[in-house]
């Protein structure tokens, strides 16, 4: 039995959960989400809980059990109480800015790079050296982090560039003087 699959999804107060033609949707105070359920997956959707079951042992619903329970956990947790990823900027003269909804990135390039967000996603800049993506969807969050770390990742050298808070970045010995 799958270890993730097999616990129960809870459902917090004011999160609505429904089912209907293999499409599980959950509304709740932040917005709505709707997650495809692969075929031969079922959800039981209780009072305050979600269990998800699978048809047989075989291989493919095995590995499709825990899955399956992750999206519906996640798209539970999104629409209650959102997710976020926050991006540390290191580097003389790099900075962020907020320019409407727009995101917009000084990395030491001719150039500066804006980005907008998606729908339900949204940028804050506590200083000048931090962004933080908030949504409710896990997927598009962690993928809009990854594609702003992706503007200028950390080189091991000096360190600068974009890193995840908390990521620690390798660090390399520079070249030595010829003596």
């Known amino acids: 039995m799958s270890r993730i699959g097999k616990m129960p999804v809870p459902v917090p107060s004011g999160v609505t959960v429904s089912l209907s033609d293999g499409v599980f949707a959950a509304k709740g105070p932040l917005g709505d989400l709707e997650v495809d359920v692969p075929e031969g997956m079922t959800l039981d959707i209780g009072d305050a809980e979600i269990v998800v079951s699978r048809p047989s042992d075989s291989k493919p619903h095995r590995s499709l059990h825990g899955l399956t329970r992750s999206l519906v956990n996640s798209a539970v947790l999104g629409v209650s109480q959102g997710f976020s990823k926050t991006l540390e900027i290191t580097g003389v003269g790099y900075r962020a800015e907020i320019k409407g909804k727009s995101l917009v990135l000084h990395l030491g390039y001719s150039h500066p790079i804006q980005m907008d967000p998606p729908p339900n996603v949204e ?6 050296t931090h ?7 896990k997927q598009v969050v962690g993928q809009l982090a990854a594609d702003i770390r992706g503007c200028r990742p950390p080189e091991p050298y000096k360190g600068k560039g974009i890193r995840y808070q908390g990521e620690v970045v390798r660090r390399k010995a520079g070249k030595t003087a010829a003596g």
């Not at 940028?123 to 000048?128: E, G, I, K, S, Y």
């Open 123 to 128: 940028f804050l800049t506590p200083d000048a």
């Open 131 to 137: 962004v933080v993506v908030k949504g409710i969807d």
